[in-house]
């Protein structure tokens, strides 16, 4: 158990849905990532979070957009969804925001959209 | 920009025997390097992480790493594979200003009885 927690597990919707994801990061961690992992893309970052401010963006659509409150949790919004979107989306969280910081993971939400 | 590549999508080994998972990476400075495993279902544990300094990093589950510069290499290696080592292996890079991790495509692991 990394201390990553991300809700729900497994998410089906439709599509041209709007859907959010959860990730409540490890205690004492200020930033958070969100990554991508599907067949044909393989793991893929899409955007951090440090302290509640963005820094950096990855390969993240427009339909996408992420956000990080002040008790630290995040949240994937993902909308107008296709059914390429449907992957196992990532959290993970790190004390710092440097390259180096070990990045704890999450369990996943497996994202089926039909 | 980073990249990592993992030439070996599959690998298939025996119970005991020795294993190594091969991974280059291209990056203009010194990386950080990471491998990470993945088993069904779950999500990805840190096994270990170079930064600088000795070139041999030990990690956790009887995992190890060699760092070579001049092959750009990053090989993890297990001398004796337990059943339960069966995952996928992912190798990733990240960048002193850069704040992701850029992931190999991973390597999924078979061990045989």
């Known amino acids: 158990d990394s201390g990553v927690t991300q809700t729900p597990k497994h998410l089906i919707t439709a599509t041209g849905q709007r859907v959010t994801l959860r990730c409540s990061p490890r205690?004492?961690?200020?930033?958070v990532y969100w990554y991508q992992q599907s067949l044909d893309q393989g793991l893929q970052f899409l955007i951090q979070y440090y302290n509640g401010e963005e820094r950096a963006k990855g390969n993240i659509l427009e339909r996408f957009s992420a956000q990080q409150f002040p008790d630290l949790h995040s949240e994937l919004n993902l909308s107008s969804l296709e059914l390429g979107d449907s992957a196992l989306y990532f959290c993970a969280s790190s004390v710092e925001a440097s390259g180096s910081a070990e990045q704890y993971f999450g369990p996943g939400t497996r994202l089926t959209v039909t | 920009a980073q990249s990592v590549t993992q030439p070996d999508i599959h690998i298939t080994v025996s119970e005991g025997a020795s294993l190594e998972l091969r991974c280059n990476y291209s990056?203009?400075?010194?990386?950080?390097l990471f491998w990470y495993v993945q088993s069904p279902g779950q999500g990805l544990q840190l096994l270990l992480k170079y930064f600088s300094g000795d070139t041999l990093v030990q990690g956790i589950k009887g995992f190890e790493a060699e760092f070579k510069r001049s092959q750009s290499s990053f090989n993890l290696r297990k001398p004796s594979v337990h059943w339960s080592d069966a995952a996928e292996y992912f190798c990733?890079?990240?960048?002193?200003?850069?704040?992701?991790?850029?992931f190999g495509a991973g390597t999924i692991l078979r061990v045989k009885s």
């Open positions: 990733a890079v990240g960048a002193l200003r850069g704040n992701k991790l850029v």
């Open positions: 990056y203009g400075a010194t990386p950080y």
């Open positions: 205690s004492g961690d200020l930033s």
